[in-house]
């Protein structure tokens, strides 16, 4: 199936489109962690006012949210964060330079921003998980040297570098769960009437019943196994054998399988249940009744 984004293609609401982005996504969020996971921990970066360097000039936050303000500065200036599937994890950013691109409206209007709980969850669970690999080899190779000490062990003093793979691990997470949008966008659509008593009764459980699809999931959790399983195993060339014993994965794969499971499906389908409690949100009684009585595409 071929993989489009939400612009491209004939229906952007067809459900099997939408899923084939979010399987892309699996790729991309396996390779950036990883990246992420080839540098130690540096629980420094993440710790509000760590850096004098960054008070000096004014800036109270960590240094991975000083990164986070730069890149995505530059990125609103062309125009990232007007696409219906690009969020920022900053505020306060600049006007796009250029003039709006004319966008078919896809998504009903909506101020859903889930990046405050995927940046929490990925400092406090992700990137401690991921790092402990390279953490672990990189005190054997302290220790290897002599240098013993708690410091050494999670702070190989690569900031640049682990806060750029941050960046894209985050950018990442973020478009997968803002995709619930159009998943929600999706299963509305093709049954307004199922969904419109508990919109308005607000009654997120029943929500969030009508749009879980067990089978689905199951199948994702599946597939995520065998993509980071294969993904963090180095290839030989049919001269080399693997030594035995010695298959050291680049990723630990239960915790990107957790991952998804503890962390990002929750979030789209959390998002996904934000969605439908505004989609009625200015419509008049008799806009809701249409609806209701539409039996979608
Ligand atoms: O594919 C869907 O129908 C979705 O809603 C997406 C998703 C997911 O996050 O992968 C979330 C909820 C469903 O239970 C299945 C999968």
Not at 68 to 86: G, M, V
Not at 87 to 109: K, Q, R, T
Not at 113 to 125: E, K, V
Not at 276 to 282: E, I, N, S
């Amino acid at each position: 199936m071929p993989s489009l984004n939400f612009m491209t293609g004939e229906d952007p609401l067809s459900l099997d489109r939408i899923r084939s982005v979010l399987t892309r996504l699996e790729d991309t969020i396996i390779f950036s962690l990883i990246e992420r996971a080839q540098f130690a921990h540096n629980p420094r970066m993440y710790q509000r006012g760590a850096f004098k360097e960054l008070r000096d000039f004014g800036f109270q936050g960590s240094w991975l949210e000083w990164f986070l303000k730069e890149i995505e500065t530059f990125h609103a200036k062309a125009r990232r964060y007007q696409s219906p599937d690009e969020y920022p994890f900053s505020s306060d950013l600049p006007e796009p330079v250029l003039p709006p691109l004319d966008l078919p409206a896809i998504l009903f209007p909506n101020k859903i921003n889930a990046n405050p709980s995927i940046l929490s969850f990925y400092i406090c669970a992700i990137v401690p998980r991921i790092t402990r690999r390279a953490t672990l080899s990189l005190s054997a190779k302290k220790r290897a040297q002599g240098i013993i000490g708690s410091e050494e062990y999670e702070d190989d003093g690569n900031y640049g570098s682990s806060a750029t793979l941050d960046v894209e691990v985050l950018q990442s997470i973020s478009k997968r769960v803002h995709y619930g949008k159009f998943v929600s966008e999706a299963k509305f659509t093709q049954n307004p009437a199922a969904f419109i008593p508990h919109i308005r009764s607000r009654n997120r459980k029943a929500l969030e019943d009508l749009i879980t699809k067990p089978e689905v999931e199951r199948q994702l959790l599946v597939r995520l196994q065998k993509k980071a399983t294969t993904y963090s195993e180095d290839v030989v060339s049919d001269s080399e054998l693997p030594v035995e014993g010695k298959c050291s994965r680049k990723i630990d794969v239960d915790g990107v399988v957790d991952l998804y499971e503890s962390y990002i499906i929750p979030l789209t389908k959390e998002v996904e249940v934000d969605y439908l409690l505004c989609r009625l949100d200015g419509l008049s009684e008799e806009e809701v009744d249409a609806l209701s009585k539409s039996k979608g595409p």
